[in-house]
């Protein structure tokens, strides 16, 4: 693998591949939305070429792009934030970007297309989540993810493209957004503020975004074509261990408000199995949660002395 085309560089996964990749000597051409502020994050690596571009104009970059490329990226994806996951008109587009995202790999030679989708195709299932899973998607953005990964996958075929489809659990790392739960939590402890939370009995599977980019790139060498696969760290914690661990990291007399919220909808338990993962490509996540945390909070932290933070 020399040469990569991603879209989505600039989110916590994409930021985490970019970095990785570039550390490998693999070269990235980075397609990145035109203006974003997270381009600081990529934008000095020595091996990544930043090409500005919305997804909604992929097709006009044949001209930016070398032949010849071995591996096709794509995770961006428009209208990721909370309020947005039900907005229909804005994910149903993605649907279109990623098949765009195909044609364009078409046409610069790629021999491998590899697509970021979500436990959210997977609706409300509990437990040990695995790609033989039946998918029951329940919001907007799930259903276009799981329509994206279906359809990109007989698009691949039809034109000859080797394809991967990859559903994430939880990532956490720099450059996750500040309605997410670790960066919240995060903030508001370094703030010195209590944060209110439920009572964090519910058990699920965070990945660091590092752990996250090394298992796309394994993918990309010893992945299984056609496949699905879930990304995850495989093995999960109550809530309240990793609220836990983030405030003795950061505190350890700061108070948290277990139980001011209570909990809503939505699976107790969400675990990846990442079996399939291992077995095909040897991935086994090296960060613990409380490493991958020291390193998030150690951003955080440098980026509100900058006033950096997204």
């Avoid at 035109?34 to 500005?52: D, F, Q």
């Avoid at 291992?278 to 090296?286: I, K, R, S």
């Amino acid at each position: 693998m020399e040469k990569v085309v991603m879209t989505g560089p600039t989110g916590t996964i994409g930021v985490a591949l970019a970095r990785y990749l570039n550390q490998k000597g693999i070269t990235v051409y980075a397609i990145a939305r035109p203006g974003s502020a997270r381009l600081e994050g990529i934008k000095n690596l020595e091996n990544v070429h930043i090409i500005e571009c919305e997804l909604e104009n992929l097709s006009s970059l044949l001209v930016a792009l070398p032949s010849q490329i071995d591996v096709f990226y794509h995770i961006g994806w428009s209208g990721t934030s909370r309020d947005l996951r039900n907005n229909i008109a804005i994910q149903i587009k993605n649907i279109d970007y990623t098949l765009d995202a195909v044609d364009l790999a078409e046409k610069i030679n790629c021999k491998l297309f590899i697509g970021t989708g979500s436990q959210a195709e997977y609706g409300n299932c509990e437990g040990s989540i695995s790609p033989q899973t039946i998918e029951k998607p329940t919001t907007a953005y799930g259903i276009s993810k799981l329509s994206a990964g279906q359809l990109s996958r007989l698009l691949c075929q039809q034109k000859g493209i080797g394809h991967i489809w990859t559903r994430f659990f939880s990532v956490y790392g720099e450059y996750n957004g500040r309605d997410s739960m670790i960066i919240s939590i995060i903030l508001k402890l370094l703030n010195r503020e209590k944060p209110s939370c439920t009572s964090g009995d519910q058990i699920w599977d965070y990945l660091y975004a590092e752990d996250a980019a090394r298992a796309l790139y394994l993918l990309a060498k010893r992945g299984v074509s056609e496949k699905t696969y879930c990304v995850g760290y495989g093995s999960g914690q109550p809530i309240h261990d990793y609220i836990a661990c983030i405030r003795d990291v950061i505190d350890a007399e700061l108070p948290i408000g277990f139980g001011d919220i209570p909990y809503g909808d939505g699976p107790f338990k969400l675990v990846a199995d990442i079996s399939d993962l291992t077995a095909d490509t040897g991935f086994v996540p090296q960060y613990s949660f409380e490493a991958g945390i020291r390193k998030t909070i150690c951003w955080a932290k440098q980026s509100l002395e900058k006033g950096e933070l997204f």
